[in-house]
């Protein structure tokens, strides 16, 4: 497999792949804080087959139920907490699925300006014999549906941030520079239980992008699975070290060393084209909506232009 898939002669912007944003207030620090009031949302399951959001704000019923669905289960206490969207939206921070312990506990949520000020703690348990997916969801009155929200916590929520800030800075930095650049990652297999040394095994891509109207035109990319090792810090993660598939003669044999048995797994996701187009639109859509832009296509060059997700 050809790491470049995209390199054309072509006048290039010059500029800085767009990392991810970090959220800190700096323009309201004079402002008083006043503590918002929120229930927590029980009895609701992420769905395996949807991207984990970037953003925890939701506020459409249809979004939410596109994410979410209902763990009912027995007693007055098992019926999933009603929403109502007309007059409430919802918070929801999601964590990869794992097989240790894991609760996401809501802290406080503070107003402040025209943002909001979520703080909330993970707290990790022992290993367990079966794995769950690590869900928070809180709703709040609509009057604040406006504000923009910062996570506030000691350490990052996952992996993705640290994976994404290697993918733009180490990989996406040696290809031909676009406006934007966007990482995506297909997970294979995560291996926690030694915190200095986080495994990851995945299929992982970089796309860098230029708008040109209301499309974001691909300038370069690749595709770079392999095994990420990261570091988990008490500010975050870090990663270490990144073990790579070789191209050409090389690529079969050393996918299957480093991949080994979850090799059939990487194989099954790597062939899914239908899968990862989907994918990658989504992500596309996240970014342009975090980032502000005004896009709702994307273009490879020489092929058709897409639509971005939903």
């Known amino acids: 497999m050809k790491k470049i898939l995209f390199a054309f002669a072509a006048l290039i912007i010059m500029a800085a792949c767009g990392n991810k944003q970090t959220a800190t207030p700096s323009s309201?620090?004079?402002?008083?804080?006043?503590?918002v009031a929120f229930e927590v949302a029980k009895n609701y399951f992420f769905k395996n087959d949807q991207v984990i959001p970037e953003y925890p704000k939701i506020?459409?019923?249809?979004?939410?139920?596109?994410?979410?669905?209902?763990?009912?289960?027995?007693?007055?206490?098992?019926k999933p907490t009603a929403i109502?969207?007309?007059?409430?939206?919802?918070?929801?921070?999601?964590?990869p699925v794992t097989d240790f312990a894991t609760e996401i506990n809501?802290?406080?949520?503070?107003?402040?300006?025209?943002?909001?000020?979520?703080?909330?703690?993970?707290?990790?348990?022992?290993?367990?014999?079966?794995?769950?997916?690590?869900v928070s969801i809180i709703v709040l009155d609509r009057k604040y549906e406006n504000k923009r929200v910062v996570l506030l916590n000691e350490r990052e929520t996952n992996y993705f941030p640290a994976i994404d800030r290697y993918l733009v800075d180490s990989i996406g930095s040696q290809y031909a520079k676009g406006e934007h650049c966007v990482p995506i990652h297909s997970i294979v297999r995560v291996d926690e239980r030694n915190a200095e040394d986080i495994l990851v095994w995945g299929d992982f891509w970089v796309f860098n992008y230029n708008q040109v109207?209301?499309?974001?035109?691909?300038?370069?990319g690749g595709s770079h699975p392999g095994l990420l090792h990261i570091r988990q810090t008490e500010k975050g993660f870090e990663v270490t070290a990144f073990d790579q598939?070789?191209?050409g003669s090389r690529y079969l044999p050393t996918a299957k060393k480093i991949f080994g048995d979850k090799f059939n797994a990487f194989k099954t996701i790597s062939s899914d084209e239908k899968n990862r187009e989907r994918l990658r639109a989504e992500v596309l859509a996240t970014y342009a909506k975090?980032?502000?832009?005004?896009?709702?296509?994307?273009?490879?060059?020489?092929w058709p232009a897409k639509k971005l997700g939903d």
């Open 28 to 35: 309201e620090d004079n402002v008083e804080n006043s503590e």
């Open 59 to 78: 506020v459409s019923e249809e979004e939410f139920n596109k994410l979410f669905g209902m763990a009912t289960t027995m007693g007055e206490d098992g």
């Open 84 to 95: 109502d969207f007309t007059k409430q939206f919802v918070l929801a921070i999601v964590l």
């Open 106 to 134: 809501p802290v406080k949520v503070e107003e402040k300006g025209d943002s909001l000020l979520y703080t909330y703690e993970i707290k990790a348990g022992e290993k367990q014999s079966f794995s769950i997916q690590p």
């Open 213 to 220: 109207g209301d499309t974001l035109k691909c300038v370069s």
């Open 245 to 247: 598939v070789e191209d």
């Open 290 to 302: 975090k980032n502000g832009l005004a896009v709702t296509l994307y273009q490879d060059y020489g």
